[in-house]
């Protein structure tokens, strides 16, 4: 072999041996960049689910503030409502019942309602039935002429100006405040009822 071959043979070798490596350099870089790569987009997509699930719970919590506020604002007008409903109920419950005394009819009601509630809680003496001055004399007999036969003791009527509508019986110390003042006094009570029946009646 002549000293141009041997030297070419050398430098197929090197340029051989040149190439293996570059390859294998190469090979290993793309390998390398491949795991980089794929880490990379593993990594991307870790955040991308947790910024996912970030703006998810932001939502979240967006929609259940606006869902609380919502439902303050609906407590607040209902109360709002119910405040202004009994505000009217109280100003026209008055005349309301003082129509209903003037009324034959629910005068009537009114006055057994009165004298049953009475009967059952009064003692057994001498009733003192206050009354409005303008309540008819022949109502009082016949309330009289019961009231006798029920207890035992005619009572005593007494006119009394302060009283506009309803009837007040006193005995043994007792009270069964019959009269409009008496009847919405215990505003808790009536105003529930109020409250109620305006609600029913809308």
Known sequence: MTLERREQAL???????????????LAAARARAATLVGEAHAEARVRVRDAFAEERRRSHDRVAAAHAKLQT???LHEQQRATALLE?????????????????????????????????????VEWRIAHDP????????????????????TP?????PAVVAGLRVVAGGNVVDG????????????????????????
């Open 11 to 25: 430098l197929d070798l090197v340029e051989s041996d040149r190439r293996a490596q570059c390859e294998a350099i």
């Open 73 to 75: 604002r609906r407590r």
């Open 88 to 124: 009217q109920g109280w100003r026209l419950l008055p005349d309301a019942l003082g129509a209903r005394w003037r009324n034959g009819d629910t005068r009537r009601a009114w006055i057994d309602a009165v004298v049953a509630a009475s009967s059952r809680v009064l003692p057994r």
């Open 134 to 153: 303008g309540w008819p004399v022949d109502e009082r007999r016949a309330i009289g002429s019961r009231v006798a036969a029920e207890v035992g003791v």
């Open 156 to 160: 005593v009527f007494v006119a009394d």
């Open 179 to 202: 009269t409009l003042g008496g009847l919405i006094a215990d505003r808790a009570e009536v105003g529930a009822r109020l409250l109620r029946n305006l609600e029913q009646a809308k």
